[in-house]
């Protein structure tokens, strides 16, 4: 049986990696015939390039590193707590939340570390103050309905969130 399934395992192995050479071929023919050609590199691009907020690094991207089980229960700390307390007995509330003068602890960080807010900072203030919606990739006013790119929100906005947040 193991020989069977060795044979079976090296013939899907061989396959796969004929399939993932033929698409990776494939993907450089397609960006081969999507090089512009000289005379575009030439000619002015009429396309206008507005920048976007970076919002992807500005929450959160990863989680700290945990220690493991044995790495905690080999701890001196840990140790001395051994038998204080009956785990099951034991009710445990999980999460956190932060309202402040500025927003949540994000923001409140941003105006207390540099005195202002950020392009990523203003976005969430006007979008956590209901100033504009997230719609169909874009951010919407959400009076006028219409759409607000992200280097507009923060000169657009920031003014009224700074008069209407912070120690009053």
């Keep these: 049986l193991k020989d069977q399934v060795d044979a079976i395992r090296a013939d899907i ?17 397609k960006k081969m015939l999507a090089l512009p050609s000289k005379q575009q590199l030439a000619a002015p691009s009429s396309k206008k390039f507005v920048p976007r907020a970076n919002m992807s690094s500005y929450y959160c991207n990863s989680f700290p590193k945990l220690s493991g089980v044995a790495g905690l229960s080999a701890s ?61 990739g874009n951010w919407v006013d959400a ?13 657009r906005y920031e003014e009224d969130i700074l008069k209407h947040s912070g120690i009053r």
């Design 143 to 155: 009076k006028t309905k219409e759409i607000v790119p992200d280097h507009q929100v923060k000169p």
């Design 76 to 136: 001196t700390k840990q140790a001395m707590l051994h038998g204080m307390l009956d785990l099951r007995k034991v009710v445990v509330v999980t999460g956190f939340g932060e309202v402040s003068p500025w927003g949540n602890s994000r923001t409140r960080w941003e105006m207390e570390s540099y005195g202002e807010f950020s392009l990523e900072g203003c976005i969430e203030l006007a979008w956590l103050t209901g100033r504009i919606v997230f719609d169909k």
């Design 13 to 29: 192995m061989k396959k796969s990696k004929l399939q993932a050479s033929i698409h990776a071929a494939l993907e450089s023919d």
